[in-house]
């Protein structure tokens, strides 16, 4: 007696749901774990918002209650008051952060070009963050200049970013080499440190969104910085890309398209 | 006058820290700030204490890992109060099993009814 056997066939069908029970599996993994990082996001951008208002609200009711008791001596009250500008800048960069990332979402990012000085740009940065960078120093090696077609502002923001990036991770008074250069038809801005450098297992995510490489110690900040910051540079036509030192510390490399025009601009 | 031990206020912010050290100062309370974990560990280890107010998220040393390492290794532990700026900051006291929370932004008042409970619990009070 023939026997039919229909198993081959059955075997594809149970294979193709295998797949897709896999497919769906994983799928389910991502969402969870992207909704996870959400979660941890909004946790820490809560915890940086909330710092700076505590500090506004203390600070505050120290000089109300000083002042009804008679004791606020008038370097309070100016000591007081510069608290409250600084920490209402700090809660403004913050909301600035929040906002460029709710437009790169949204694809309504712009950029305002104009022919640039991207070494006066860096120059100008480096001297009005060398103050806020603590004991650290920041040795600036350009050429007289080089031109460029970028939105200013926008270059700064990566520049003070990675300065940043480069003091906050650096401990002990080392230096921070801030580096301009021409390579090919592309200007080269580099900010080396000789910090704590980038952990092995972070490299892979290091620009995404939400990201923070020293995650599990909390140095500050809501882990957007670098992420916005190469959306910033791509915007441009450029690059954005991190090395890491044989001897130690990080370096992130900014890549724009010089001016095609330096001529013109130039004069 | 009743002598008050140090109340230890543990914050890597360093505006909030300098902030709540001066209110306690203010209302008579010896205070000492530490910039982090590893810090407060140091002063909590070697000094007597009334009170510790601790920050969780922090660098170099969390305030997990702080009250982890400060249980095993002090023979008199005091409170812990977790300030903290997390949504889930009672959850993040249970998990420590502090004594106390204030959720960030605490005001002025929260602050000095939470340290005054302590310190009066402890039998002391503020010149």
């Avoid at chain 1, 909704?35 to 710092?51: C, G, M, Q």
């Avoid at chain 1, 440190?193 to 110690?217: C, M, V, W, Y």
């Avoid at chain 2, 205070?31 to 009170?51: H, N, P, R």
Wanted: glycine letters at 8%; aromatic letters at 4%.
């Amino acid at each position: 007696m023939m026997t039919l056997v229909s198993e081959p066939v059955v075997g594809d069908g149970a294979m193709e749901r295998d797949l897709l029970v896999e497919e769906a599996r994983r799928a389910q993994a991502l969402a969870e774990q992207a909704l996870n990082l959400r979660d941890e996001f909004v946790s820490i951008a809560a915890h940086e918002l909330k710092t700076p208002v505590a500090s506004l609200k203390l600070c505050a009711q120290m000089l109300e209650r000083r002042m009804s008791k008679g004791s606020a001596k008038p370097e309070d009250v100016t000591r007081g008051l510069r608290t409250i500008r600084e920490q209402s800048d700090r809660l403004g960069r913050l909301i600035d952060g929040l906002l460029d990332i709710s437009r790169l979402q949204a694809k309504r990012f712009m950029l305002d070009v104009c022919r640039t000085d991207v070494v006066s740009l860096a120059g100008s940065v480096c001297s009005l963050m060398t103050p806020l960078l603590g004991e650290h120093t920041v040795e600036f090696e350009a050429p007289e200049s080089l031109w460029a077609d970028v939105d200013p502002l926008r270059v700064e923001q990566i520049i003070v970013n990675l300065l940043t990036n480069a003091a906050k991770f650096t401990v002990g008074p080392r230096p921070i080499q801030l580096k301009i250069a021409e390579e090919g038809s592309t200007v080269a801005i580099s900010v080396r440190d000789f910090g704590l450098g980038i952990p092995q297992e972070a490299r892979d995510t290091l620009f995404n969104r939400f990201h923070q490489a020293h995650s599990a110690k909390h140095h500050g900040g809501m882990g957007l910085g670098l992420y916005i910051s190469r959306e910033i540079a791509e915007a441009h036509g450029g690059t954005l890309e991190a090395e890491h030192p044989p001897d130690g510390g990080a370096k992130f490399v900014l890549r724009l398209p010089l001016s095609s025009r330096p001529d013109e601009a130039a004069g | 006058m009743t002598s008050i031990d140090p109340i230890l206020v543990i914050d890597d912010d360093e505006v909030l820290r300098s902030m709540i050290v001066e209110i306690l100062t203010d209302e008579g309370y010896p205070v000492i700030g530490a910039a982090d974990g590893a810090q407060g560990l140091k002063v909590a280890l070697g000094s007597v204490l009334t009170l510790i107010l601790l920050d969780m998220r922090m660098p170099t040393m969390n305030g997990w890992e702080f009250v982890k390492a400060y249980r095993e290794q002090s023979g008199r532990p005091v409170p812990i109060v977790v300030c903290t700026a997390a949504s889930n900051a009672s959850l993040w006291a249970e998990e420590v099993q502090a004594d106390g929370f204030l959720a960030k932004p605490f005001g002025l008042e929260e602050l000095l009814t939470t340290v005054h409970h302590f310190v009066s619990g402890a039998g002391v009070s503020a010149v």
